[in-house]
């Protein structure tokens, strides 16, 4: 069974791909932080990884005051970037999924406002887009085995020893 950064390296080199499609209009980029929200769990096994990488900013460090990212510094860029979770590293590409509605499954899609520019996502062929699903599913295995079955979901911001925040 794979490991997380295994995972991670997988995923990667799957997103490189579209990330180099949809160059003209991806907006990404050090500073800026529109998805990087204060409402994200992730599931042991990547709070694991995040702990196992930075014990000394957990330990010891600030986070960013709520309404966005604990991880966030303040220059807005992310403290754990190289081992940060899944969810962070899909962001701002085309995203599509599938969802039962009315006993029929449906397509949706979805795009950073700021990526919006350019052909319209709903043109897109599906392998230009990143489908939510497959890699959850990864990750879910991999969460089941590594601890007994459990799904339970960690909040980012609780992985912090320290109750007070970064100051602003
Ligand atoms: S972990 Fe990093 S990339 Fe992910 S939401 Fe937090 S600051 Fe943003």
Avoid at 106 to 126: F, M, S, Y
Avoid at 141 to 157: D, G, P, S, V
Wanted: glycine share 4%; aromatic share 8%.
């Amino acid at each position: 069974m794979q490991k997380v950064p295994d995972l991670y390296k997988q995923l990667d080199a799957e997103l490189i791909q579209l990330h180099q499609i949809h160059s003209n209009r991806l907006k990404c980029g050090l500073g800026c932080s529109a998805c990087c929200v204060d409402d994200i769990t992730v599931f042991e096994v990547e709070a694991d990884n995040i702990r196992n990488n930075y014990k000394d900013l957990l330990e010891h460090g600030l986070p960013h005051p709520k309404g966005a990212c604990a991880f966030l510094s303040q220059d807005n860029s992310c403290r754990i970037y190289e081992h940060r979770p899944y969810v962070c590293r899909s962001q701002g590409l085309p995203l599509r999924w599938l969802e039962d509605q009315n006993q029929e499954v449906v397509e949706l899609r979805d795009i950073c406002p700021l990526n919006d520019e350019g052909r319209p996502i709903e043109e897109l062929p599906e392998e230009e887009c990143w489908t939510i699903g497959p890699f959850e599913e990864k990750l879910l295995r991999l969460q089941l085995k590594e601890y007994e079955n459990r799904t339970t979901r960690i909040a980012l911001r609780e992985l912090f020893n320290n109750n007070s925040i970064l100051p602003y």
